[in-house]
Antibody, heavy 119, light 108 residues
Framework: EVQLVESGGGLVQPGGSLRLSCATSGFTFSSYNMNWVRQAPGKGLEWVSYISSSSGTIYYADSVKGRFTISRDNAKNSLYLQMNSLTDKDTAVYYC????????????WGQGTLVTVSS | SYELTQPLSVSVALGQTARITCGGNNIRSQSVHWYQQKPGQAPVLVIYRNNNRPSGIPERFSGSNSGNTATLTISRAQAEDEADYYCQVWDSNSAHVVFGGGTKLTVL
């Protein structure tokens, strides 16, 4: 069974940092590209970042570029998101999602982890 | 950057057909994916590459894509179909994943 489990969310002050993790199981993690997607309270889905299976290709949304860093450890079957210089606009549930490899659709999602940026 | 436009809300009577649209410039040239999200839950892929259903998704879910509009069609709508629905594409020009704003489907 494919599983993605996010962790690392919590309350952080504006300007602070947080590192999210996504532990995966049930599939060959090293063969799949991955995404982070977030959802602010009561709002829609917003793509955050993409990383290819080998980490050779990385993309960021304009809203996080220069502040967030996506990475992965294929030996640990894990995906990460380092978030720096956080603002209240970064408050959201953060999901990791597996790229199916078919036209960029995400076929499996984690349950999400809540990041709250507030003083 | 590429933009996708969805209606904020759509209502459908129980057992009838719901259609949720996703507008974008020449969207027919894109592969459009659709996600269903129920309150407090993660999104679920219900249609990929315009008109393909993942395993486990009921046959009443279908998709189409033509001109500047992609459409998610839910035939014989059930109470459990009440949810938010999002369309999504990969914009190769900007190297960004793009989501529509989402549509709240109400089953009456």
């Amino acid at each position: 069974e494919v599983q993605l489990v996010e962790s690392g969310g919590g309350l952080v002050q504006p300007g602070g940092s947080l590192r999210l993790s996504c532990a995966t199981s049930g599939f060959t993690f090293s063969s799949y590209n991955m995404n982070w997607v977030r959802q602010a309270p009561g709002k829609g889905l917003e793509w955050v970042s993409y990383i290819s299976s080998s980490s050779g290709t990385i993309y960021y949304a304009d809203s996080v570029k220069g502040r967030f860093t996506i990475s992965r450890d294929n030996a640990k079957n894990s995906l990460y998101l380092q978030m720096n210089s956080l603002t209240d606009k970064d408050t959201a549930v953060y999901y990791c999602a597996r790229d199916s490899g078919d036209s960029g659709s995400d076929d499996y999602w984690g349950q999400g982890t809540l990041v709250t940026v507030s003083s | 950057s590429y933009e996708l436009t969805q209606p904020l809300s759509v209502s459908v009577a129980l057992g009838q057909t719901a259609r949720i649209t996703c507008g974008g410039n020449n969207i027919r040239s894109q592969s459009v994916h659709w996600y269903q999200q129920k309150p407090g839950q993660a999104p679920v892929l219900v249609i990929y590459r315009n008109n393909n259903r993942p395993s486990g998704i009921p046959e009443r879910f279908s998709g189409s894509n033509s001109g500047n509009t992609a459409t998610l069609t839910i035939s014989r709508a059930q109470a459990e179909d009440e949810a938010d629905y999002y369309c999504q594409v990969w914009d190769s020009n900007s190297a960004h994943v793009v989501f529509g704003g989402g549509t709240k489907l109400t089953v009456l």
